[in-house]
């Protein structure tokens, strides 16, 4: 194992981790979880590690409840709105598409309309107090704002009405287009650029040359101390660790 300045290697396929403890916290309509979102371009899967759970979602193909137990991997695309409830002790792996997209603003979440416009999603997805620090009780009360518009999309969905989940992706995607110029830099740094090493290796064993093989290494995160107030509850994310170059000797 070496020591390196700066940011670690990327994660096989460029992905994200996470550790994630579903939030414990009740509902209004007494089911404990997280928060309703929608990512935009990245993939997303969860490993189940402990507990118990469902995954509730919309998309163009409908409103589904999937059931979560230990040893279940359950993944989806960018489009659908999920939604984690706790139904015992949940904790998952989470895997993300593109190292880095997710943290840059890919997720947007269920409010109402009139917080789904760029200036005023802002202010309400924040979870930071006055004095900049994350607060729990406003990653509490965002998600049940969150909750409070997705109610309302599964409604006009078993209504018939099709229409107010094609309007929630409109509305998401005017809030995150700012952003998109960063996230074609991101995606172009991370996913395509470890496609194009992999090719490139694969061109080079072709031609007899392994010399690649020779610059192997070992890279080790231990388990982050500090948690984060994520979407879907408490996370330990191991990608700004990554990026902060921090390692731990193996054991």
Do not use: K
């Amino acid at each position: 194992m070496t020591s390196r300045p700066g940011p670690l290697p990327d994660f096989p396929g460029s992905v994200g981790l996470s550790q994630l403890s579903v939030y414990p916290w009740p509902t209004a309509d007494d089911a404990h979880g997280g928060t309703p979102h929608m990512h935009l371009a990245c993939a997303e899967a969860y490993v189940v590690v402990g507990g118990r759970g469902r995954l509730e979602t919309l998309s163009h193909q409908g409103h589904h409840v999937t059931p979560l137990a230990p040893g279940d991997v359950v993944w989806f695309t960018p489009g659908t709105v999920h939604r984690a409830v706790n139904d015992g002790d949940l904790r998952v792996l989470v895997v993300m598409q593109n190292s880095g997209l997710p943290e840059a603003g890919d997720a947007v979440m269920t409010f109402p309309p009139e917080y789904l416009t760029p200036q005023t999603y802002p202010a309400a997805a924040s979870v930071l107090d006055d004095s900049g620090r994350a607060d729990e009780e406003r990653a509490r009360a965002r998600r049940d704002l969150a909750l409070e518009g997705f109610a309302e999309l599964t409604r006009q969905w078993r209504r018939g009405n099709r229409a107010a989940y094609e309007d929630f992706c409109r509305a998401a995607a005017a809030v995150v287009r700012p952003h998109l110029t960063a996230w074609e830099e991101t995606v172009q740094a991370g996913p395509v650029a470890s496609a194009q090493r992999s090719l490139r290796q694969i061109r080079a064993l072709t031609d007899g040359d392994w010399s690649h093989l020779l610059a192997a290494d070992v890279t080790r995160i231990a388990e982050p101390e500090g948690r984060s107030l994520g979407m879907c509850g408490y996370l330990h994310a191991y990608d700004p660790i990554r990026r902060a170059g921090e390692t731990c000797p193996p054991r």
